[in-house]
């Protein structure tokens, strides 16, 4: 089936510095890519919709020069979180649609990022 | 806007009984899916079952069932003979099939624990 890896699982970088998250589709071209930010036992927060070779949409809310999102290609997008804070830390997944449609909707395995 | 309601934070059933998550969702579309995903403490999000709107019948996955009423716009699921594994939290999802960009709505989730 549809398989979406993410990485890292888990990350602590240091306030001010920037991070680098890769979601990768292993077995199928994503036309779109979903990026979701969650706070622990909360819902999936919808960061920002990338379509590969366009700019990201953001949701209302979203900074888009902290998140910067690259979907570069019909199996690679990456978030970038750009001068991180201690209030960014948060767990952070992907999803992938593939070209076939609903059915395509795959999570990645999430990322924990830590800023200290 | 599309709009998911999970009223129910948390609940608890025995191990082996039978469990039913609430869920109930507004649109003005007709064409839509509707998801069930589960995200144990792993966090790696799964399908449990999805429910195609235009189809009267309702979905059923082994141990797991909805009961979709399309005009009270409710859209329950059934956990029968609950295992120890089923413990985790469990989101209700809508997607419209409109649309270049049609993205998941989720609802807030709700925590099952399965206790032995």
């Known amino acids: 089936g549809a398989v979406v890896s993410q990485h890292p699982s888990r990350v602590i970088c240091k306030s001010g510095t920037s991070v680098k998250i890769e979601c990768r589709s292993l077995?199928?071209?994503?036309?779109?890519m979903f990026w979701y930010r969650q706070f622990p036992k909360q819902s999936l927060m919808l960061m920002a919709t990338?379509?590969?070779?366009?700019?990201?949409?953001?949701e209302q809310g979203v900074e888009k020069d902290k998140f910067l999102i690259n979907h570069a290609s019909l199996t690679l997008s990456t978030l970038t979180v750009t001068s991180a804070h201690p209030e960014d830390s948060s767990f952070y997944i992907c999803?992938?649609?593939?070209?076939?449609?609903?059915?395509?909707?795959?999570f990645g395995s999430g990322t924990r990022l830590t800023v200290v | 806007a599309q709009t998911v309601t999970q009223s129910q934070p948390e609940m608890s059933v025995q191990e082996a009984e039978t469990v039913t998550l609430s869920c109930t969702y507004d649109?003005?579309?007709?064409?839509?899916?509707l998801f069930w995903y589960k995200q144990p403490p792993s966090r790696q999000m799964i399908l449990v079952i999805r429910?195609?709107?235009?189809?009267?019948q309702n979905a059923t996955e082994n141990r797991f069932s909805v009961n979709f009423q399309k005009a009270a716009k409710s859209f329950s699921l059934k956990i029968s003979d609950s295992q120890l594994g089923d413990t985790a939290m469990y989101f209700c999802?809508?997607?419209?099939?409109?649309?270049?960009?049609?993205?998941?709505?989720f609802g807030k989730g709700i925590t099952l624990s399965v206790r032995p």
């Open positions: 999803s992938a649609r593939n070209a076939g449609g609903v059915y395509g909707y795959t």
């Open positions: 077995d199928f071209q994503a036309t779109t």
């Open positions: 990338s379509n590969e070779g366009s700019k990201a949409t953001y």
């Open positions: 649109t003005s579309e007709s064409n839509y899916y």
């Open positions: 429910q195609e709107a235009y189809k009267q």
């Open positions: 999802a809508f997607i419209q099939l409109t649309g270049a960009n049609s993205k998941l709505t």
